[in-house]
């Protein structure tokens, strides 16, 4: 009876224990609650950066390794160049054809204005004698009129009559002729003008190719540039998908290189956690494959929509078959300046997370 008693007794107190022991924690869990918030769906993220030739061809050299770490400005891989130094010398053949058009253009232009402006000078010139011929033929008319009133009076010879009629016919010759000039040097002269213009379009045209045999030339060389892939930023790459020989199309992705100097955390908290939630709240972190180390961050800011808007197939709650689900909002964490270097480096993007959200 004594040791019935006794079990009793020992069941009693281990009871006794595990509910204090519960009850501690359950205090202790409560009161933590009421200035934290916490999840486990969280995880380390990094900037990606996808290795993308911008031109397509047989790969020739690769000079990275897989998960290797680089600089920016480091050649990963080349492409084979040799189509590209045949566009590019044709691009320049071009342009030296377009440059030797404006030559020529420019030495006819010169050709051409000297002629218009020669043309110019004589049509001016003929003005001037048109005028005198005018005033001779003007003086002969009138001495002609005299002589014929003479003449019919029988007061002069015959001989004078016909002189004066001689001259008068000889200065309307003589304006006609110039009158005729005229007309021929005004035409060349537009001849020449419109030759002028015909020349100086034919320059114009000439400077436009030499400016699209420029742009062909310098897409060549760009073009040829984009034979040789360098690493646009640091930081260490994914394995490489690649080998000598294999044909690459502008476009395609190969494979990544990840920014290791900036990383942050994605955590994906629960729609009724995020009522005291607010940026600038300290946090702490866990990273599941380094329990031992313990990092700092920042609340930086929050979605604008959760992560089932996001999805390829959004929900859609209007199909009558609504069942309420709480919904999950990414939150974006900092780390702090606190975490050192070493330590940031210990991370790699994908890593599980244990977030702790320090409300007050």
């Known amino acids: 009876m004594e040791q019935k008693k ?13 509910v204090l022991i519960g009850a501690t924690y359950g205090t202790i869990k409560f009161i933590h609650s009421l200035s934290h918030e916490e999840t486990d769906d969280a995880q380390v993220e990094a900037n990606m950066s996808a290795i993308i030739p911008h031109v397509g061809g047989y790969v020739d050299q690769i000079f990275v390794e897989d998960n290797a ?3 920016a400005g480091d050649t990963l891989f080349t492409i084979d160049q040799r189509d590209y130094l045949v566009q590019l010398e044709q691009a320049k053949a071009s342009l030296a054809a377009a440059e030797s058009q404006l030559a020529v253009a420019q030495s006819s232009i010169g050709s051409s204005k000297a002629n218009a402006s020669a ?50 016919q000889e200065a309307e010759a003589r304006l006609s002729v110039l009158e005729n000039q005229q007309k021929a040097m005004q035409s060349q002269s537009r001849a020449a003008t419109s030759q002028n213009e015909v020349t100086e379009k034919q320059v114009a045209v000439a400077e436009a190719n030499i400016k699209s045999a420029q742009a062909q030339v310098d897409a060549a060389q760009l073009n040829l540039d984009y034979t040789v892939v360098i690493a646009p930023i640091d930081g260490q790459l994914s394995s490489i998908e690649i080998q000598e ?4 199309q502008p476009g395609q992705s190969l494979f990544y290189l990840v920014n290791t100097q900036d990383k942050w955390i994605v955590a994906n908290f629960k729609e009724t956690q995020l009522n005291d939630m607010k ?24 979605s604008p929509a959760t992560g089932a808007r996001f999805s390829l197939l959004p929900p859609d709650n209007a199909t009558g078959n609504f069942v309420k689900t709480v919904q999950r909002l990414p939150v974006k964490i900092n780390f702090t300046d606190a975490n050192s270097k070493e330590r940031l480096a210990l991370l790699r993007a994908g890593m599980n997370a244990e977030i702790d959200v320090h409300l007050n």
Do not use: M
């Not at 006794?6 to 595990?18: E, H, Q, R, S």
């Not at 029988?154 to 009559?161: A, G, N, R, V, W």
């Not at 020989?245 to 690459?248: A, E, K, L, T």
């Open 6 to 18: 006794k079990t009793n007794k020992k069941f009693i107190i281990i009871t006794a224990v595990l």
């Open 69 to 71: 770490i680089v600089k």
């Open 119 to 168: 043309s110019y000078a004589q049509v001016s010139s003929t003005y001037g004698n048109i005028e005198s011929a005018k005033i001779q033929l003007r003086r002969a008319s009138d001495d002609y009129t005299r002589y014929k009133n003479l003449y019919d009076n029988k007061s002069i010879t015959t001989q004078q009559y016909e002189q004066a009629l001689a001259a008068k």
């Open 245 to 248: 020989g294999q044909f690459v």
């Open 279 to 302: 940026v600038g709240q300290k946090v702490g972190i866990a990273i599941d494959a380094y329990p031992d180390e313990e990092f700092e961050g920042v609340i930086a800011n929050f």
